[in-house]
């Protein structure tokens, strides 16, 4: 059965396919970053398990940015599995699935675009991901360690690079009006910037060049990933506290809001002011900080695009990522309406976002009603469960393979070769 195939999967460069040929555990990571973005999406007056009042800012401040990153992290990783997993595709095989790849960044770009069309209040992160396919395919040929120092040295180099370009030609920052519109929107200003998403995504497929399989490897991706997220944590509260960036962040806001130097503001209450005014601006943050202080560099906050933020996000998705491989291999069943989601993202993700679409025109922008969140996520559960049982891969993860595998084809037969 053809259908049922792994769409995002393919065997080592040569010798005999591994037993295994998918790894149930990436699927209920991509899973969770995808529920992570409808609780984003939602917001948390869609919430009813967990109040505004309670806990429902804690939650949508912990998926907030990490939902997507994990979304990145994890294409990364799946494009590492297409093109060879430990080994990567060589000559001929190679083509083939780079072929494919651009295949699927196209439509996945184009699909991007006709959804932001419905003008949904959301950040549509699809044509930023088919640039990402598009920009990672020149690294397709390196193995893990080589894919890890290019994510460092960017995570490193990034931020500031960022900072330097946008502080001298896009001061003060043009208003979005879409996703994504235009390439300085896609590479530094837009609310998913490559400059910032990419080492996400070269970061998956250097774990994606591992084997997965071994206990060995999880154990060294779980250690690894709980000392990144820390080093992140830690690096930006010394930055910030001990060493005083939010005092100078403070000092910036204050010729703004008092229009006087810090020094000159004694009233506690203004002082406390400052300070929230600053977190806060540190919170809301989407997609870069701003550049009236290299201080900004300091934070750790989410879509911040800072060396913290990533060591924090990239920490956080190898933790998920072990987590759920170690509860897959153990509770399977339990799992599965999970991993069906995960199986079929694209058909989930898109499906949220017509239904949001569907729902606003009912009932209007303030559409947002306790329990909403609960009732996406279980419809989700129970309409991929079902279709995968009945027909394997998601409908929109039938349309892109064969689209995919029709372009091969299609090139093939340009170049006058055959494929069996």
């Known amino acids: 059965m053809a259908q049922k195939r792994p769409d995002d999967i393919a065997a080592p460069a040569s010798g005999p396919a591994p037993a295994k040929t998918r790894i149930d555990g990436i699927d209920a990571a991509r899973a969770l970053a995808v529920f992570g973005m409808f609780t984003v999406h939602l917001g948390v007056d869609s919430m009813g398990l967990l109040s505004p009042e309670g806990y429902a800012w804690d939650l949508h401040s912990i998926v907030r940015g990490n939902s997507s990153a994990l979304f990145a992290f994890l294409a990364g990783l799946s494009l590492a599995m297409t093109t060879g997993r430990t080994r990567p595709l060589e000559g001929e095989r190679l083509f ?7 295949t699927r960044a196209v439509l996945i770009a184009l699909l991007g675009l006709i959804l932001d069309m419905m003008a949904v209040p959301v950040a549509i992160i699809l044509t930023y991901y088919g640039g990402f396919f598009l920009l990672s395919l020149p690294l397709v040929k390196l193995r893990s360690g080589a894919l890890w120092a290019v994510a460092g040295v960017l995570a ?4 500031p690079l960022s900072f330097v370009i946008r502080e001298a030609f896009y001061n003060p920052p043009v208003p979005r009006e879409a996703a994504v519109g235009s390439f300085a929107e896609f590479f530094l200003t837009g609310y998913y910037p490559a400059v910032t998403f990419m080492v996400y995504v070269i970061a998956g497929m250097a774990v994606g060049r591992l084997d997965l399989t071994a206990t060995a490897v999880r154990l060294k991706l779980l250690i690894g990933g709980a000392v990144a997220a820390a080093c992140g944590y830690l690096g930006s509260w010394i930055a910030l506290g001990p060493l005083g960036g939010t005092e100078r962040l403070m000092e910036a806001r204050a010729h703004v809001l008092f229009g006087t130097p810090l020094s000159a503001v004694t009233d506690p209450g203004d002082l406390e002011e400052l300070r929230y005014l600053v977190n806060d601006e540190a919170e809301s943050i989407s997609g870069q900080v701003p550049t009236d202080s290299w201080w900004w560099l300091a934070v750790n906050t989410p879509h911040t695009g800072t060396t913290f933020e990533m060591l924090e996000a990239v920490g956080q998705g190898l933790v998920v990522l072990v987590l759920c491989m170690w509860l897959c291999d153990r509770a399977r069943l339990v799992m599965y309406p999970l991993t069906s989601v995960g199986r079929m993202p694209l058909t989930v993700y898109t499906g949220h976002l017509v239904a949001i679409a569907l729902i606003i ?12 969140l609960e009732k996406f996520i279980l419809w989700s559960l129970i309409l991929a469960t079902v279709w995968r049982l009945v027909v394997g891969r998601g409908p929109a993860e039938i349309i892109l393979g064969e689209a995919a595998d029709g372009s091969a084809r299609l090139v093939d037969s340009l170049r006058g070769r055959d494929r069996p």
């Open 156 to 159: 490193v180099v990034g931020p």
């Open 361 to 372: 025109s009912v009932a209007g922008p303030d559409f947002h009603t306790p329990w909403l």
């Open 96 to 102: 083939g699935s780079v072929v494919r790849i651009i």
